[in-house]
């Protein structure tokens, strides 16, 4: 049996989690709503503030989806009351980051500057014109827009410029010798 699979979700308190036909899962919280329609083979129920999934017997996909859907289904519970989010840190001379209303500016050595729309889903902060923080509720969206912004200019292992994440370590090459 999945020990993941098999673990009870607890649902804080403020969110609610309702499964309709066909396996819909809604959970709505403080920070807003997100839907996931889990596959027809697990049973979800809800008991007591405890979510629990089952699977119907040992068959390989079965087992393959049992932890899947349970993890699912908690991340949607942890992002509608606490939120996720990615934290991007931009190196180099003359690469900024700037946010004017609801758009993100990114100045990274190309001719021209890229621009990242805000959406309900997606938010973006700028401490400083270094750093960028993605903040979403959806745990894959919110890797999802940080890959992006990361991929307009990804770090060089020469000098290590470039859009890289907090923590993330450089592995750096030792440049020509000349003779």
């Given at each position: 049996?999945?020990?993941?699979?098999?673990?009870?979700?607890?649902?804080?308190?403020?969110?609610?989690?309702?499964?309709?036909?066909?396996?819909?899962?809604?959970?709505?919280g403080a920070k807003g709503t997100l839907t996931y329609a889990a596959p027809a083979a697990m049973t979800v129920s809800v008991e007591n503030g405890t979510?629990?999934?089952?699977?119907?017997?040992?068959?390989?996909?079965?087992?393959?989806?049992?932890?899947?859907?349970?993890?699912?289904?908690?991340?949607?519970?942890?992002?509608?009351?606490?939120?996720?989010?990615?934290?991007?840190?931009?190196?180099?001379?003359?690469?900024?980051?700037?946010?004017?209303?609801?758009?993100?500016?990114?100045?990274?050595?190309?001719?021209?500057?890229?621009?990242?729309?805000?959406?309900?889903?997606?938010?973006?902060?700028?401490?400083?014109?270094?750093?960028?923080?993605?903040?979403?509720?959806?745990?894959?969206?919110?890797?999802?827009?940080?890959?992006?912004?990361?991929?307009?200019?990804?770090?060089?292992?020469?000098?290590?410029?470039?859009?890289?994440?907090?923590?993330?370590?450089?592995?750096?090459?030792?440049?020509?010798?000349?003779?």
């Amino acid at each position: 049996m999945s020990r993941i699979g098999r673990a009870p979700i607890t649902v804080p308190a403020g969110v609610t989690v309702d499964v309709a036909a066909n396996n819909v899962i809604t959970v709505k919280g403080a920070k807003g709503t997100l839907t996931y329609a889990a596959p027809a083979a697990m049973t979800v129920s809800v008991e007591n503030g405890t979510v629990l999934v089952t699977r119907p017997n040992d068959a390989k996909e079965n087992r393959a989806l049992h932890g899947l859907t349970r993890t699912l289904i908690n991340n949607m519970i942890i992002g509608v009351s606490q939120g996720y989010a990615k934290k991007l840190e931009i190196v180099g001379v003359g690469y900024r980051v700037s946010k004017t209303g609801k758009q993100l500016k990114l100045e990274l050595g190309h001719s021209h500057p890229i621009f990242f729309d805000e959406t309900d889903m997606v938010t973006f902060d700028v401490p400083d014109s270094n750093t960028i923080i993605v903040k979403c509720i959806d745990k894959q969206l919110c890797g999802q827009i940080a890959a992006e912004i990361r991929s307009k200019r990804p770090p060089e292992p020469y000098h290590g410029k470039g859009v890289k994440y907090e923590g993330e370590r450089i592995r750096r090459k030792a440049g020509k010798t000349g003779k």
